[in-house]
């Protein structure tokens, strides 16, 4: 194996179908490829969805494999036995009321059991399958306002939302799985929809400080990952989140010390446009303290920031330390073995008996 494969380069991207094409290949092969993004298409069934992620690792043993695998309606596997996870609204309606001094110690805990029960089920069936990664969990707050967030956002109470994603995060470690905060500083608050408008939130920035990102503020170093928001501060900065030094590196990783990998957020989404073409995105976030770049559903797109974009040795080398934090370290269960396992029956016995899991 090559040098330049041995570390994972900044550009995570997708592939087309249910197995690997010739064009699939060659983009994974790519020295600036360091992660598969899968989606619903890419997946029919286990066994296609074991085989296709075995192809990937034989081809690039360092890229590490995703999805977006939340519960609810974001969940790309949801037959032949994996578990159709509760969008994670219904665990905070299990919490309790909105308010949170109203709450019973009770309540709460059950919440967070339910909470980890689901990471540990999530993670540990994608894992049987081959996927390294999920990125899970959504800390936006449930303001009523937005529609692409609604039921995935745990609460519109901060400290609910931390409790909640704490839990989850500690399901996913549990099973190996690393964790994905996502849309720093928060998505909840601004109506458009970053798939394709450019959403704006004018509130300003103590406001969104004080309440928003406290998740990210009070998760500290259980959170592994932060993908940030399509959406613009403009009170803060001009640029939306994801290209913006002030909210990646003044605030997220001076401010709040945060350490781990940050994920831009779809580059062809329409949120993303401000930025001009896909490779002055990718320059723009890469600069301002991503790690990595997503861009999904454009393969032609996709060929273009393989092609042009420069990234520096230095640059390179320290996205590739953080993104090879995110592999798992420990061998993961196959489906049937995972079928016996005692926390996976107990997991999966608590998600049933709170009526969260058919």
Known sequence: MTKSIMNPGPVTLDVVSLELNTEDRRRILHPLTGGVILFGRNFANRKQLTKLTAEIKKLRPDVLISIDHEGGRVQRCRTDGFTHLPAMRKLGELWGSKNMSSHSAESAAIAMAAATAC?????????????????????DLDFGRSGVIGDRAFSRDPQITFALAKSLN?????????????????????????????????????????????????????????????????????????FSKVWLHSILRQELGFEGVIFSDDLSMEGASVAGSVVKGADMALEAGCDAVLICNRPDLADQLLSKLKVSKAKKAESATRLNRLMPTSAALAWNELQSEAQYQYAKGLLQQLNLIA
């Open 170 to 242: 500690e399901g996913l470690r549990l099973a190996g799985m690393a964790n994905c905060g996502k849309h720093f500083p928060g998505h909840g608050w601004a109506e458009a929809d970053s798939h394709v408008a450019i959403p704006v939130d004018e509130r300003p920035l103590q406001q969104i400080l004080n309440d928003d990102a406290k998740p990210y503020e009070w998760l500290d170093l259980s959170l592994t990952a932060v993908m940030p928001a399509h959406v613009i501060y403009p009170k803060v900065d001009k640029n939306p989140a994801g």
């Open 119 to 139: 990471g540990y089920v999530l993670a540990t069936e994608l894992r049987a399958c081959g996927v390294d990664f999920s990125f899970t969990p959504v800390l």
